[in-house]
């Protein structure tokens, strides 16, 4: 595969992870939200788009930190399918989709046991469909670490991993240096929104005991770092020691050598989220494993073309790449 080329005047790394953000027009689908309820008496919301074929091909896709099924890249990329005439569906993390889950937990980067759930519905929904997925950043390491632990047993004839913060914790350090400080402070805010809607939530239908849990971890004030966030919320609420185990436990790097699906990985060097050093090597691969990588791109960017007729890469290479 040819190495990506960034539009002109979209070479900096902040430009290609900003620019869809800001100035691109979403397309607009038509799709049907299905709404999943968990053993734990939690939901998720997925929403579908493509034919009702029930032996099309059908992909789930997973979204970044803070994004939802309505992010730029998974509309995009839904649109796609459609037009090969795949199947797709987006999943919302929980908390994600318009409203506060109803749990004092959320999501994080190690929600694996939320994609078995969500795969084994998928199975028993389309029975005679074959099964894909794409993750982004957070929803790819997310995804990896499933492919890891599930082995030969994943439910997928294959995976994509897009903009994959491979290790959690150099990712933190990453991402509280420099511009990219920028980034880190609009997810510190966003964060503590969702943690402050969902107390809202409590207080407003009287579940106490969970308003109680939320409250006793401490304040929305005074966190700066993804280490101060995860320290305070992440980790105890979703049963790891500290933030430190919670990175250890969480990162894909350490799942890779135990993916037996067909997976391709998507990064750049130049992600302003991710060491270059953080990225795997070879030997560190299964070989059912594709690395993909360029020198330019930023974090879930890759937009090539022109400024005014952008092309987006991903959207072209991840269905060429699932349609082998």
């Known amino acids: 595969m040819p190495a990506f080329q960034p539009a002109r ?16 027009t979403p397309p607009q689908l ?11 008496g939690d939901f998720l919301d997925m929403d579908w788009h493509g034919p009702h074929d029930a032996e099309a091909p059908l992909v789930l896709l997973l979204h970044g930190l803070t994004g939802s099924s309505s992010s730029h890249y998974i509309l995009g990329l839904q649109q796609q399918l459609a037009q090969r005439n795949w199947a797709s569906v987006a999943l919302n993390w929980r908390g994600c989709s318009g409203e506060p889950n109803l749990l004092p937990r959320g999501y994080h980067s190690g929600v694996s046991e939320d994609v078995l759930h969500v795969i084994r ?4 929904k389309r029975p005679l469909a074959p099964l894909y997925a794409v993750g982004y ?17 994943s439910g997928l004839q294959g995976a994509v991993a897009v903009s994959v913060p491979f290790r959690l914790d150099e990712c933190a350090q990453r991402i509280d240096q420099g511009f990219s400080k920028i980034y880190q402070a609009h997810f ?17 239908i009287g579940q106490n005991d969970h308003l109680l849990a939320l409250q006793q971890l401490g304040p929305l004030t005074g966190m700066r770092t993804f280490w101060d966030f995860d320290g305070r919320f992440t980790a105890p609420l979703h049963g790891y020691a500290d933030a430190a185990d919670y990175y250890r436990r969480a990162s894909s790097r350490f799942f890779l050598r135990r993916i037996e699906t067909p997976t391709l ?12 050093h953080s990225l795997p090597q070879a030997d ?21 073309g022109s400024l005014k007729q952008p ?14």
């Open 137 to 153: 950043s957070l929803g790819g390491n997310v995804l990896l670490k499933y492919l890891g632990e599930q082995g030969a047993d």
């Open 311 to 324: 092309e987006y890469y991903l959207e072209k290479r991840i269905p060429e790449w699932l349609t082998r």
């Open 121 to 124: 519905h998928l199975q028993a």
């Open 9 to 24: 005047y979209l070479s900096n790394p902040h430009l290609q992870t900003l620019w869809a953000s800001f100035c691109r």
């Open 30 to 40: 038509q799709r049907q939200r299905e709404r999943l309820w968990l053993e734990d």
């Open 188 to 204: 510190m805010k966003e964060l503590t929104a969702y943690v402050r809607d969902k107390q809202q939530l409590f207080a407003r």
């Open 265 to 276: 990985l998507i990064q750049s060097e130049d992600d302003p989220f991710v060491f270059r």
């Open 284 to 304: 560190e691969l299964a070989p059912c494993i594709e690395f993909e990588r360029h020198a330019r791109g930023g974090h879930v960017g890759f937009i090539g």
